[in-house]
């Protein structure tokens, strides 16, 4: 992820929980109503239901992710389709298709940054 850019907006999955493995970088991280910091060597986990949203600070994060059970790539490979066929802004309400076909729905909340 870029510097001070926005990741997925705040959301929750209802059939899986995800977790990420911050290998560089420092990630600004809100689940539920805490927000920390989650440096490098560290975890994140989100339990199916919990709203979460993660978005980096001052310097590029890598990461890798984890989903429990499996499914969620179906949902990867359609965004990724979707993203690169367009010629212009993606549109918001086939995004938001794509997840709720997945069971990840969106939540209230303003950006981190």
Not at 6 to 10: L, S, W
Not at 16 to 21: A, I, L, N, P, R
């Given at each position: 992820?870029?510097?001070?850019t926005?990741?997925?907006?705040?959301h929750?999955?209802t059939r899986?929980?995800?977790?990420?493995?911050i290998i560089?970088?420092?990630?600004?991280?809100?689940?539920?109503?805490?927000?920390?910091?989650?440096?490098?060597?560290?975890?994140v986990?989100?339990?199916?239901c919990?709203?979460?949203?993660?978005?980096?600070?001052d310097e590029?994060?890598?990461?890798?992710?984890?989903i429990n059970?499996?499914?969620?790539?179906?949902?990867?490979?359609?965004?990724?389709?979707?993203?690169?066929?367009?010629?212009q802004?993606?549109?918001?309400?086939?995004i938001s298709?794509?997840?709720?076909?997945?069971?990840?729905?969106?939540?209230?909340?303003?950006?981190?940054?």
């Open positions: 992820m870029p510097p001070r926005t990741g997925p907006a705040r929750f999955h899986e929980d995800e977790g990420s493995y560089t970088g420092v990630l600004t991280a809100e689940m539920g109503d805490q927000r920390f910091e989650v440096a490098p060597s560290l975890p986990v989100a339990t199916r919990l709203v979460h949203v993660g978005e980096p600070r590029e994060v890598w990461s890798v992710g984890l059970p499996s499914g969620l790539e179906g949902s990867f490979a359609a965004m990724a389709y979707h993203l690169g066929s367009l010629r802004p993606p549109d918001d309400d086939v298709a794509i997840d709720a076909r997945r069971g990840v729905l969106p939540a209230d909340g303003t950006p981190l940054i």
